[in-house]
């Protein structure tokens, strides 16, 4: 019989169809995608994109030429512009209106062309993530902007062949609103934090380590689990076992734990379902500017941050869109169990590149 779970973070509803269960195989890719275009993100090939905005170089090399290891560029077609120093906002009649200022960058992961993260070593990962943490910090000193949203865009469930570039990239896009998702988040975990004085993350992980159903993976660190409502077959979140609200602040010695967790996750799933499309979304604190301070006041205490890993595996529809309610054909327990199978540090595979002449 299908189940209605409720999310305890921020309420939403999933309907887990046992009914419509589906194998792995059901869910596999039956389309293999080809590029037919020089890559734009390989070493060597830097005079295809926007300047870098920075890097993580071999010693002697130079900006914008090959010698990287991890590139952050501006996008080509940003979502906001960074254009005007100033934001205006105004209002027509009952609508509000503000200038669309913002940062889009894009962190290439690696000079290689490489077409998943996991396929890079951890020491290559942790360079990555590395790039994340500087970038968040240095995006919080302009006071124009409230949230960073950093997240990933794998395989291509719709488009043109000849758009596909299957080099391994991240997005961060620098905004002056804090997004309706997280500000949903926010005030339910204070609601729980009010109510408890505990944090209802921290309480999440002690209650998934006792029922030891949906756990895919742990380190020292983090802790990598199928969340009890998962909205999506397979979905993830990872979550730092140490109570921490930004992703900014991540210790240095926690990159390569970080790392290592990001890379058996992302394994296991491309491996149990053959490279599927998906999401990964970082959920963390905004920024916290004098002028907004007060807004969040006590935030450190009552939320935490998490990566979510979203695969594309089911199309919405009519229910979904009227009601906001998932259905997911495959019970997290059962996701779960079957990623533990998956050995997560597979030999890389080697993925050539040749320029199209």
């Not at 010693?59 to 996008?75: M, N, Q, Y």
């Not at 005030?187 to 009010?194: I, V």
């Not at 296991?268 to 004098?290: C, G, M, Q, V, W």
Request: glycine share 6%; hydrophobic share 30%.
């Amino acid at each position: 019989m299908p189940e209605l779970r409720r999310d305890p973070v921020v309420g939403y509803w999933t309907i887990i169809s046992t009914e419509r269960g589906r194998r792995p195989v059901e869910y596999r890719p039956r389309q293999s995608q080809s590029e037919t275009h020089e890559c734009p993100f390989c070493e060597g090939y830097e005079a295809m994109t926007t300047t870098e905005i920075t890097s993580i170089r071999r010693s002697g090399t130079k900006k914008d030429a090959p010698g990287w290891e991890v590139r952050t560029i501006l996008s080509k077609v940003p979502i906001l512009s960074n254009l005007k120093p100033q934001i205006d906002r105004y209002g027509i009649g009952l609508y509000d209106v503000m200038d669309g200022v913002g940062q889009h960058e894009i962190i290439i992961e690696s000079p290689k062309h490489k077409h998943d993260l996991d396929e890079l070593s951890i020491p290559e990962i942790e360079k990555v993530v590395r790039m994340y943490v500087s970038r968040f910090t240095e995006l919080e000193r302009d006071d124009r902007f409230e949230y960073s949203l950093l997240f990933k865009n794998h395989g291509h469930v719709s488009g043109a062949p000849q758009d596909i570039v299957r080099h391994s990239r991240s997005q961060l896009i620098s905004m002056p609103v804090t997004p309706k998702r997280i500000k949903e988040e926010l005030l339910s975990c204070k609601m729980h934090f009010e109510k408890h004085q505990r944090c209802v993350f921290c309480d999440i992980l002690r209650q998934e380590r006792k029922e030891d159903s949906r756990i895919v993976a742990e380190n020292d660190s983090f802790f990598c689990f199928c969340p009890f409502a998962s909205r999506s077959p397979f979905e993830m979140w990872i979550v730092p076992k140490k109570h921490a609200a930004d992703f900014g602040r991540l210790p240095e010695s926690d990159f390569a734990g970080f790392a290592e967790i990001l890379k058996t996750s992302l394994a296991k799933l491309r491996i149990l379902l053959e490279d599927p499309p998906f999401n990964f979304i970082l959920h963390t604190a905004p920024y916290r500017h004098s002028s907004i301070e007060s807004r969040w006041q006590g935030l450190e205490h009552y939320y935490h941050w998490f990566l979510q890993i979203s695969p594309r595996m089911t199309r919405s529809a009519g229910f979904e869109w009227g009601t906001g309610i998932h259905i997911n054909p495959t019970p997290p327990e059962d996701a779960a169990y079957l990623l533990r199978q998956v050995d997560g540090h597979p030999h890389p595979q080697e993925h050539s590149h040749a320029p199209v002449s």
